[in-house]
């Protein structure tokens, strides 16, 4: 099975967040190009080899919105190359938190390339849960970044809020966060991450904050919230 350096990027990437756009590929990997064209092009040669599949077209905003947007994930040839141990088995429709997480790293990613950040590690889910104490940590990533310009750096685990959760989850998910920085060990983690919660609009950012507040005092320092297009800028302020 002989793939490029470049499709298999293109595959690793689809992989690591289970689907993207064409949008999300071409920031990514085809970011040089002024034209979509090259990268429409090797899409479609990977979906007709089975490397990759086309789920649907995506009509949303965003930054990997646009009208006319495919949204691609593995194929089973793809889950091959990969190496998956498990059965090959495709999505049926889109998952707009998963773009919304792809979305996060593609801005991620364009600040690496300016020179603003460096990304020092990632993981997504289900690879950067994590149980500590008993609480069980399901963050949607988990990101470690060089901030030059401050001369330093952040740890995060990233939450993309779709603002489909109750107050009642929020809160226990919060409480199992806090439960889980208060007994943390160096074994556990060396430095134990800042929740970001990244929420789709001031409406949502305002109930987060409340919830938020509403907690122990000490442990508000450990969270943040911020909209979704204001991500990862606001970390350079």
Request: positive net charge; glycine residues 6%.
């Amino acid at each position: 099975m002989i793939v490029s350096s470049r499709d298999a990027q293109i595959i690793r990437h689809i992989s690591r967040f289970g689907m993207l756009t064409s949008r999300h590929i071409n920031d990514l990997v085809f970011h040089d190009n002024t034209s979509s064209t090259p990268s429409n092009r090797v899409l479609a040669r990977l979906t007709r080899d089975k490397y990759l599949a086309r789920i649907e077209r995506r009509s949303l905003g965003g930054t990997g919105g646009g009208s006319g947007t495919y949204v691609y994930q593995l194929a089973s040839k793809g889950w091959v190359f990969m190496r998956k141990q498990t059965r090959y088995w495709p999505f049926r429709s889109i998952n707009h938190h998963t773009l919304a997480i792809a979305d996060a790293y593609v801005e991620v990613a364009k600040l690496e390339r300016a020179n603003r950040v460096e990304v020092i590690g990632l993981s997504t889910e289900p690879d950067c849960w994590v149980t500590i104490a008993g609480a069980d940590l399901r963050p949607d990533m988990h990101l470690e970044l060089s901030l030059p310009e401050k001369r330093m750096n952040v740890s995060l685990f990233v939450e993309a809020d779709m603002g489909t959760e109750r107050q009642k989850q929020l809160k226990e998910k919060l409480a199992r966060y806090w439960h889980a920085y208060q007994h943390a060990t160096e074994a556990d983690m060396s430095v134990f991450p800042v929740i970001l919660f990244l929420v789709p609009d001031d409406e949502r950012l305002k109930e987060l904050n409340w919830i938020i507040n509403s907690g122990p005092d000490e442990a508000k320092a450990l969270f943040r919230v911020q909209r979704q297009d204001s991500f990862p800028r606001l970390l350079l302020s």
